[in-house]
C-alpha cells in the first residue's frame, strides 16, 4: 500500500522509516520540504518526493489512489488538509482543523481545559487592543507574588512562549507580542499564565477519536547550549523513556488525555492522529478542598474528582495536534507495533480493530540535535556535513535528517538550522 507523508524533516524522515517496517506498506511518499534525503534514503527505501506546496489535497493522493495519508507537521492540519482528503474518501492520519484548534490557539485550548476541568495552571487572555489591560493583569500577579509566563495564542513555530524573569520582563513580553508584533498575527490574542515549576514532560498517544493509547513518555530539551543554558530552540535533543512519569504518576496522564478524546468528540472535533499533551510534573498535589497535601507524590488511590480541583500535580500546558520534534527520534525506534497498522487504524476510527495493543520495546533511546553555530539566531548556510555513513554503520545508531541537501559537492546544511539528528537506541 502506498503512504503519502507531508513534511520535510527530520521528524518526517523518522516516520517514513518507520513505515518502512510495516509488511503492508510498499512506498513512501516523503516531500523534500527543507530536507533533501534522496541520495541517503531514496535509493535504498524506493521513496518518492515531492514539495509540500506541490500537495493538492483535493485530488493528488485520491488520483494515486494513497492508501493513507500520515500529517507530520501542525500547519496543513490547522489549515484543514484533513478535512479536504477526508472529503475525498482519503483516510488521513492527523485531526480536522477544529480539532487541530487545540495547537492552533493556545487561548481555545485554555478555556477548553478550564470547561472540562483538565489540570492546568491559572491564566488569563488579551485580544489585540487589550494590552493595557494585559499590562495591569501583569503587575498585580506579580504584586501578589505570583510569576507568569506569556503565550502568543496562535502557531509560532514553538517560539511563541516567552519565560520572562521579572515584572519587566514580563510586561516587555506583552508588549512584544501585541503590539511590536514579533510573532505576527500568531500574537493576535495572548496568553498570561502562572509559571509552573517542576519536570516537564511530552506525554503523546494514538487516537482514533474514541480512545487514546498512550505511547512512553518522552523529555525533549530546548535551550541551545550545554547545562541548559542559551536561548529556547524548538529542540535541542529528547530521550525516551523519561524516568520523571513514575507509576504514579501514569494513571493521571492518561486519564487527561482520555478524557480529551472524549470531550472533543461531542463538539464535532473528533480527534484523529497523535495527541500531544506537554506537562509540568509538579512536586507534590495539594488538594484544594481541605488544603491536604499528598507526600509528595500523587497516588494512585487519589480519585479522578479530587485530582481535577487540584492546584498542583501533572498539569497540562499544552497541545500540540502531530508528534513531537525530536520526541519522534526516539519514540519510533521504540515502537514495537506495527505505524502502518496504528495509523491506518486511527484514521478508520477504530484503532483496536487493527492493533488491539499498541506494545513498546524495552530499552531507552536519545537524540541528540545537530545544528548550525547561531542557530536559533543567524546562521550560516551551505556548511559541508561529513561522516554520517560512519555514524549510520554504528549498531543502535540512526541519523536522521533535518534541513539537509545533497548536491553534486556532497551532503550540505540547508536553511533550517538544524541538520542532523543522531539516534541511539539500546
Known amino acids: 500500500m502506498d503512504v503519502l507523508v507531508v513534511g520535510g524533516g527530520g521528524r518526517e524522515h523518522a516516520i517514513a522509516v518507520k513505515l518502512r517496517e510495516s509488511p503492508k506498506e510498499r512506498m513512501t511518499n516523503l516531500p523534500i520540504g527543507d530536507s533533501d534525503v534522496a541520495a541517503l534514503v531514496a535509493a535504498a527505501e524506493e521513496c518518492k518526493f515531492m514539495e509540500l506546496e506541490q500537495l493538492e489535497p483535493s485530488g493528488f493522493s485520491y488520483e494515486k489512489k494513497v492508501a493513507l495519508v500520515f500529517v507530520g507537521p501542525e500547519a496543513p492540519l490547522c489549515a484543514g488538509l484533513a478535512d479536504a482528503l477526508n472529503a475525498k474518501g482519503v483516510p488521513c492520519f492527523g485531526p480536522s482543523k477544529l480539532a487541530a484548534e487545540l495547537e492552533a490557539s493556545k487561548a481555545f485550548s485554555k478555556d477548553f481545559f478550564a470547561k472540562y476541568k483538565l489540570p492546568t495552571a491559572s491564566y488569563r487572555t488579551f485580544k489585540?487592543?487589550?494590552?493595557?489591560?494585559?499590562l495591569k493583569y501583569v503587575e498585580e500577579e506579580y504584586g501578589a507574588g505570583r510569576e507568569l509566563v506569556v503565550k502568543a495564542s496562535g502557531l509560532a513555530a514553538g517560539k511563541g512562549v516567552l519565560m520572562p524573569q521579572s515584572v519587566e520582563e514580563a510586561k516587555e513580553a506583552v508588549k512584544e507580542v501585541m503590539v511590536n508584533k514579533v510573532f505576527g498575527a500568531a500574537g493576535d490574542e495572548l496568553v498570561v499564565e502562572q509559571l509552573l515549576v517542576g519536570e516537564e514532560c511530552s506525554c503523546m498517544a494514538f487516537s482514533d477519536g474514541q480512545t487514546a493509547a498512550m505511547m512512553v513518555a518522552a523529555q525533549d530539551h530546548k535551550r541551545v547550549d550545554d547545562n541548559d543554558q542559551g536561548p529556547n530552540t524548538g529542540g535541542m535533543g529528547a530521550y525516551a523513556p523519561a524516568p520523571c512519569l513514575t507509576d504514579d504518576l501514569k494513571p493521571f496522564v492518561k486519564e487527561v488525555l482520555q478524557r480529551t478524546v472524549e470531550a472533543l468528540a461531542p463538539e464535532g472535533r473528533k480527534y484523529v492522529g497523535v495527541l500531544y499533551g506537554g506537562f509540568m510534573l509538579t512536586k507534590e498535589l495539594i488538594q484544594t478542598e481541605g488544603k491536604q497535601t499528598c507526600n509528595e507524590k500523587l497516588k494512585t488511590t487519589i480519585s479522578w474528582e479530587i485530582y481535577s480541583l487540584c492546584t498542583d500535580g501533572p498539569m497540562l500546558l499544552e497541545y500540540n495536534c502531530r508528534f513531537g520534534d525530536p520526541e519522534t527520534q526516539v519514540l519510533l525506534p521504540l515502537l514495537d507495533s506495527?505505524?502502518?497498522?496504528?495509523?491506518?487504524?486511527?484514521?478508520?476510527?477504530?484503532?483496536?480493530?487493527?492493533?488491539?495493543?499498541?506494545?513498546?520495546?524495552?530499552g531507552a533511546a536519545a537524540t541528540v540535535v545537530c545544528a548550525a553555530k547561531g542557530y536559533p539566531g543567524s546562521y550560516p548556510k551551505g556548511l559541508p556535513i561529513t561522516g554520517i555513513p560512519e555514524a549510520d554503520a554504528v549498531e543502535g545508531v540512526k541519523v536522521y535528517h533535518a534541513g539537509t541537501k545533497q548536491d553534486a559537492s556532497g551532503l550540505a546544511s540547508t536553511g533550517g538550522g538544524k541538520t542532523t539528528i543522531l539516534m541511539q537506541y539500546g
Open 128 to 134: 489585540t487592543g487589550e494590552h493595557e489591560a494585559a
Open 338 to 362: 506495527d505505524l502502518f497498522e496504528i495509523a491506518l487504524g486511527c484514521a478508520e476510527g477504530n484503532l483496536k480493530a487493527r492493533v488491539p495493543e499498541v506494545r513498546w520495546k524495552p
